[in-house]
């Protein structure tokens, strides 16, 4: 084992920033340098092994990346697609690994994402967990056999504080079943039904979105047709799941030679 990979965690104080710390921290194979929330946040100055209830970490809450961002190897970056694509900037300059799982980015942030990865390794991924990426597989392979008699339809679900829908994994998933079909997306996904919506048009992929409670995330992808259906399900119960894949995506990244990669390539699902 090489020495421990030294890791910031942007946005720490959000449901998967401290599960971010809180899987760097126990982990022997990394080791938290750095700890980034906004501005004006009530973490800031504070260190962040009490932040989480626990002793000392000798970890202050900063509010700005530059200088945790040079001393790292990886940042692990659940935030917001604004601070996503500033920190993509930063951690080019620093040459660190950036593995992003923050959602809802729009094609003018991915643009600005992929110019920063032709400086540093980008891992991105609308859901770092090995189930989910092995339910988009299974997804391809079924739109892929399944031709337009059977209706394809995301239907995710996930805590009422969710800020973007549908999820990025519920597009990532809508994404494969384009792929299996031969089709673009942007083509054929359905977002968004009510009202008079008329009869559902043959070959679309349909999305809906369930948000309540505290569920950590479930995907549906159903493929309806006469007589028979084919459901495909992952329940993510635990967000630590999310946190230990980002782990090993960063830790996979330390070898990698400039680019933008996903899960598949982490997973070896490609
Ligand atoms: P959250 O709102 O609980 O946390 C986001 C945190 O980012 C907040 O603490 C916020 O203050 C901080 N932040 C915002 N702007 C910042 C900035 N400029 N600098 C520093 N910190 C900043 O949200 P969450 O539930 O933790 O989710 C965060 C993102 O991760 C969402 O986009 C969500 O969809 C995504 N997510 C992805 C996966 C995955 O596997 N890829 C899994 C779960 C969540």
Not at 53 to 72: H, N, S
Not at 79 to 101: D, E
Not at 230 to 240: E, N, T
Request: include cysteine.
């Amino acid at each position: 084992m090489g020495t421990p990979c030294e890791i910031v965690v942007t946005g720490v104080a959000g449901r998967m920033g401290r599960m971010l710390a809180k899987t760097v921290l126990e982990s022997d194979r990394a080791r938290l340098v750095g700890a980034v929330e906004r501005k004006d946040h009530g973490w800031i100055g504070e260190d962040l092994g009490e932040l989480l209830g626990g002793g000392a970490v000798g970890v202050a809450v900063t509010d700005d990346p530059l200088e945790p961002f040079a001393r790292a190897r990886a940042i692990l970056d659940f935030t917001s697609p604004a601070a996503t694509v500033a920190f993509s900037r930063i951690a080019a300059q620093a040459r660190a690994v950036h593995v992003i799982g923050t959602t809802g980015l729009s094609s003018d942030d991915l643009e600005a994402i992929g110019a920063a990865a032709a400086h540093a390794v980008i891992v991105r991924a609308g859901n770092m967990s090995f189930g989910v990426n092995l339910l988009a597989r299974l997804t391809r392979m079924a739109a892929t056999v399944l031709d337009e008699d059977f209706d394809i339809e995301v239907i995710e679900a996930h805590h009422g504080a969710k800020a973007d829908a549908p999820s990025g994994t519920a597009l990532m998933l809508g994404q494969a079943a384009a792929e299996g079909r031969r089709v673009s997306l942007e083509d054929v996904a359905d977002r968004g039904r009510d009202g008079i919506t008329g009869a559902r048009r043959r070959g679309d992929i349909g999305f809906s979105s369930i948000r309540g409670g505290d569920i950590v995330g479930e995907h549906d992808v159903l493929f309806a047709g006469q007589g028979e259906r084919i459901v495909l399900r992952h329940v993510a119960s635990d967000r630590g799941l999310f946190a230990r894949g980002a782990l090993k995506a960063a830790l996979w990244g330390l070898d990698r030679k400039p680019g933008e990669y996903d899960m598949m390539d982490v997973l070896g699902l490609d």
